[in-house]
C-alpha cells in the first residue's frame, strides 16, 4: 500500500486498522486498565479482617517470593513504588552522591528521579532503533571516547566525576540487547542496575528480565501489567544486598522485640499488607495475562503489516516480550505535525493513544545534564505511538 500522503490520510489508515482489532470505541477504551478478579476481594478482605492492613504481615512476605519467583531472582524487597525501589536499589549497590549514572534519554522521568533522589547526576545516552533500550554498541565507543580509569572506578575524563552505574530500561516490555550491556559493563567495570519496571514476566533469551542486573527493579503502579495499586520490589540474587535494601527501607531498625534502635538513617518504603496482598492475588494472573497480550500485539502486528504509513513495533531477537504498551512506529520522516493529528484524531474518536514520554535530556532542569549522542533516540520520539494494550483487549470477538 502507498505511503499515506497527508495527516489525515494517515490517521484514516491508523482508525480502519483499529476498528478491525478493537472494534467500535463507543466507550472510550483506555490505554491500559487495571483488571481484579474475587481473589483480590477476598486477600484484601482478609487484611481488614485481621487488622494486618499495614508494614507487616504475611502477605508481604508470599508477595516477595512470588515476584522473586517469576523473575528467576533469589530475592525480592516490596517497597512502596517502583521509584522508591529504582533509588534503594541504587543506594545499596554504592551510588554515592556525585556520582554519574547512564541511563536513556527515552525513559519515563522515574529513572532520572531515583539517581536525583541520591544526589547523582543522570548521563543520557542513546537507544537502539529495534530494541527501544540503550545502545551497548553507541555506549561502548561513546565511553571509550569520554572514559578514564580512576583509583575506584571508570571516570568522565569532562566532569571528572565518577561513572558507577549503567540502568538498561526495557521499553514498554521489550528487553534490551542484555549480552552486549554486559560485554560493555565488564569493559568499564560499570554496575548494572536494571530498571524492569514494565518488564514484569519479559524475557531475554529464557530468562528473566530484572534477574540480570547487581540488582532489577518491578513497578506495581496501577498501569503496570499487574497492580498492587503502587508498589515497586527489588530484585537480587545477592543475600547481603537484598537484607540492606530491606533493612534500609524499614526506617533501618534493628529487630528487636521491643527495643527501638536503628544502625542509621533508613526510610520508611515497605509496601503495606494491604496493597501486597492485592498483588499475590495479581501474580497468579500474570502467565495468563501476557499471554493474552500477545494475543493482541499479535492481532496489530497482522492489521498492520501491509500499512506503509507505520509498523507496529515488535519483540526484538532473543526477546520475548511482556508486551505492556503496544506501540506504533510511524514511518521515517514522519512530522510532529502528523504525530500530533493521529494522536489527536485517535483520543476524540474514543482509542486512548499518547506519545512517548519527553526525553529526559529534553526536560529544563536536564539542560545541563551531561549526554552522549542521542541521535536515535531523537528520532523514535516523534515516530512512537503507545495504542490501547489491557490484557482483556484480547478477547473482543474482532
Ligand atoms: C512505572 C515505571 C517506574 C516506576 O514507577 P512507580 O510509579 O514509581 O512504580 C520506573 N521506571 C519506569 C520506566 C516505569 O515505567
Redesign the pocket.
Known sequence: MARPRTDIELLAGVLERLSCVLGPADKPIPLHAPEFGDLEKELVTDCINTGWVSSVGSYVDQFERDVAAACDSTYGVAVV????A?ELALKVVGVRQGDEILIPTL??V??ANAVHRLGAIPHFVDSAEDTLGLDPVALSSYLRDIGKPGPDGLYNRKSGRRISCVVP?HVFGHPVDLDGLANVADEFGLMVVE?S??ALGSRYKGRACGSFGRLG?V???GN?IVTTG???VILSDDEALARRAKHLSTTAKIPHPWAFEHDEPGYNYRLPNLNAALGVAQMGQLDQRIEKKRVLAQRYADAFAEFAGARMFSEPTAAESNYWLNALVLAPGTTYAARNVLLEGLNVAGYMARPVWTLMHKLPFHSASPRASLKVAENLEQRIVNLPSSANLADLPY
Open positions: 513504588n517502583g521509584t522508591a529504582l525513559t519515563f522515574a529513572t530500561m530498571d519496571a514494565e527493579v513497578s506495581f503502579n503496570k503502587g508498589g515497586g
